[in-house]
């Protein structure tokens, strides 16, 4: 009997007879094995676990727990919802499904259903699942025959016309689908996967306005169901702690139709605001940055001294002013060049640090406007350093450093880096390209800074590196990052004396740590559930009275701590105590501080944190040193 080698992940090989498929191949090394895996790739080719093997070749075995896996398990969850939508409503006409992230969807004509038929429907995928209906591969002799097949079915007839090579069908009992497959090997695998329809949606045919608009039925999939129980309880989470919606609750802002994609952040949501700022100003001073205030509009000739005019027009806002075209500036790069060579510099001076929060205004379309995360007008913790070649490396340090204090100190995330290289298109010297990116490399090694390379993936102009963080609900957000540039100083002649006497030219390098605030902002309304630090808190602290003849005594505490700095207010509604603490819970003041008889007699406030706890008393001169402390410290 004729035999095959098969070669494993592992480097392992073992001889089979020919024609022996995965799944005689998983059994023969474990029936566990055999149960788990529902799909293989053989030869870097994606196949069914009955497909016969005929040649010597790698194969791996595939988990629905492995991506690839896992693609298989939504596509052919997919066909399944067909089956159902097809025993259910014999008319619908199935026409495409695709994997997507976290599920699927199939797109139907002929199908009029709201979103209160998927329970429905997704009983009968339950139903089927119980069946063990198996999956079986038909390959079709000609595109003749596969046209008589689905005859009936118009985007199935124009599917088959289109493709180049063959088709091939999957039966699975009393429905059959047109597909390239793999599938599944047996409905039974959705009695442990978890799979669950989300949503209808309205969706064109190939994606193109003029064709017949299909229901689309979305479903989420995942290995298991646990997988998709702690999914749906993200996404839940993820929901209530919607920066939109906390930021209404809690009243830190608004947007207005009067100016899209603009924020307006409300007395509360500019504290947070002005805090984030007065943090970086702290890291500047203590960094060496220098502020700028900078004017927003500028005469076209800048933009084209940048290079925006030919690559970004379209994404700026544009007036006219004295017959000159002017533009809002959408970066703070081309108005520090201005600055820069606003006098002769000499190696004595560098590095120069900028730094600037100006407001930048991007002509983002009005259909991607979201919240906080895609708005039209933001400012950033913005800077752009100009340094000698030599100073690169200390630069570098000061910067990762920056970061790592940032993220690791103050806001505790789990971030990574990423260091993008030199991409096919660049400009520059590209000796001075494998210097900038092996000193970057370096230096994130030696500061112990996780991070992966991103080949290819750099601007033209220098190589970067990106920091990722992860949220409270886990998930990612790109925030900050650090960019060199070997060209905006060479379109602006910037230059510098150096001390050879000779004119050199500078490296820039942008850098934003926080990146636009107003994004950064919605991140940690969400990230913190609106249940801020101390430091960051609207209101640190209520006062709150048990009778009307505390008030005066509840008004002394609350000036006594204004004065201190700290942000308080006093709750001397004829409401009764409890209700008070609830409500002051609820809008999460850190401190709520309850005054009587006993306390106004003792200069004394009773403590408690919105967590429930019950700190006791405290002489209210003490507790707000306290507070100044714990605020200073950004804990
Ligand atoms: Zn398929
Ligand atoms: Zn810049």
């Known amino acids: 009997m004729a035999k095959i080698k098969i070669t494993f992940p592992d480097g392992s090989k073992k001889e089979y007879a020919k024609g022996a498929s995965p799944l005689d191949i998983a059994k023969s090394i474990s029936d566990g094995l055999a149960r788990s895996v529902i799909v293989a790739k053989f030869n870097g080719k994606m196949v069914d676990l009955d497909r016969p093997l005929q040649e010597n070749g790698e194969l791996v075995l595939l988990k629905p727990s492995e991506s690839e896996g896992l693609d298989v398990l939504r596509h052919s969850c997919a066909h399944l919802l067909a089956h159902a939508v097809k025993r259910l409503y014999p008319d619908a006409l199935p026409t495409l499904g695709p994997p997507v992230e976290h599920g699927f969807y199939y797109d139907f004509d002929k199908l009029s259903i709201t979103n209160d038929d998927l329970p429905r429907i997704e009983a009968e995928m339950r139903k089927i699942a119980?069946?063990?209906?198996?999956?079986?591969?038909?390959?079709?002799?000609?595109?003749?025959?596969?046209?008589?097949?689905?005859?009936?079915?118009?985007?199935?007839?124009?599917?088959?016309?289109?493709?180049?090579?063959?088709?091939?069908?999957?039966?699975?009992?009393?429905?059959?689908?047109?597909?390239?497959?793999?599938?599944?090997?047996?409905?039974?695998?959705?009695?442990?996967?978890?799979?669950?329809?989300?949503?209808i949606a309205g969706a064109y045919w190939r994606g193109k306005s003029e064709n017949t608009m299909l229901t689309r039925i979305y479903g989420l999939c995942f290995a298991t169901k646990k997988e998709l129980a702690e999914f749906l309880r993200l996404r839940e989470e993820a929901e209530q702690r919607d920066h939109r919606k906390l930021g209404k609750e809690h009243e830190l802002l608004m947007f207005h139709e009067y100016s899209p994609g603009s924020p307006f952040f409300l007395f509360k949501g500019a504290v947070l605001y002005n805090e984030l700022l007065a943090f970086v100003r702290e890291e500047y001073a203590k960094r060496g940055y220098n502020e700028v205030i900078t004017p927003l509009v500028y005469d076209k000739a800048l933009w084209e001294t940048s290079g925006h005019w030919e690559h970004y027009r379209e994404d700026m806002f544009h007036l006219e002013i004295d017959g000159r075209e002017f533009s809002l500036k959408p970066m703070n790069c081309p108005s520090h060049c201005l600055i820069y060579k606003n006098s002769a510099k000499s190696y004595r001076d560098l590095p120069i640090r900028i730094a600037d929060f100006a407001p930048l205004h991007r002509n983002e379309l009005k259909g991607v406007l979201a919240g906080l995360t895609r708005v039209r007008k933001f400012s950033q913790d913005d800077s752009h350093t100009f340094c000698a070649e030599e100073q690169l490396e200390e630069e570098v340090i000061g910067l990762l450093d920056y970061v790592k204090y940032v993220y690791e100190k103050v806001f505790h995330f789990d971030y990574s880096l990423v260091l993008s290289t030199r991409p096919e298109k660049f400009m520059g010297d590209k000796k001075l390209w494998d210097k900038a990116e092996n000193l970057l490399a370096k230096t994130l090694e030696k500061q112990k800074i996780s991070f992966t390379i991103n080949e290819g993936d750099g601007a033209f102009y220098g190589p970067k590196i990106d920091i990722r963080i992860k949220d409270a609900l886990g998930r990612e957000w790109q925030l900050a990052t650090i960019q060199l540039d070997f060209q905006l100083p060479l379109r602006f002649g910037l230059e510098y004396e150096g001390s050879d006497g000779q004119r050199h030219t500078p490296i820039m390098i942008h850098k934003a740590i926080l990146g636009s605030l107003e994004r950064f902002i919605g991140i940690l309304i969400e990230h913190y559930a609106a249940k801020f630090p101390l430091w960051l808190s609207p209101v640190q602290a209520r006062i709150i009275t048990i009778a009307d003849r505390h008030k005066q005594y509840a008004d002394d505490v609350a000036k006594a701590f204004r004065m201190k700095g700290l942000r308080v207010d006093v709750d001397a509604r004829g409401e009764t105590t409890n209700k008070k603490v609830r409500e002051a819970q609820l809008d999460q003041v850190n401190y709520i501080l309850v005054v009587g008889d006993k306390e106004l007699a003792d200069g004394m406030v009773n403590v408690r944190t919105r967590d429930g706890k019950v700190h006791g008393t405290k002489k209210y001169v003490d507790l707000a040193d306290e507070l100044v402390a714990e605020a200073k410290a950004r804990k």
């Open 130 to 199: 119980k069946e063990h209906v198996k999956a079986e591969r038909i390959e079709h002799k000609d595109k003749a025959e596969a046209l008589k097949i689905y005859a009936k079915n118009p985007y199935k007839v124009e599917m088959i016309k289109g493709f180049d090579e063959g088709s091939s069908s999957y039966r699975h009992g009393d429905f059959q689908d047109l597909c390239r497959g793999p599938h599944v090997p047996n409905s039974s695998v959705y009695e442990k996967a978890g799979f669950k329809l989300d949503k």
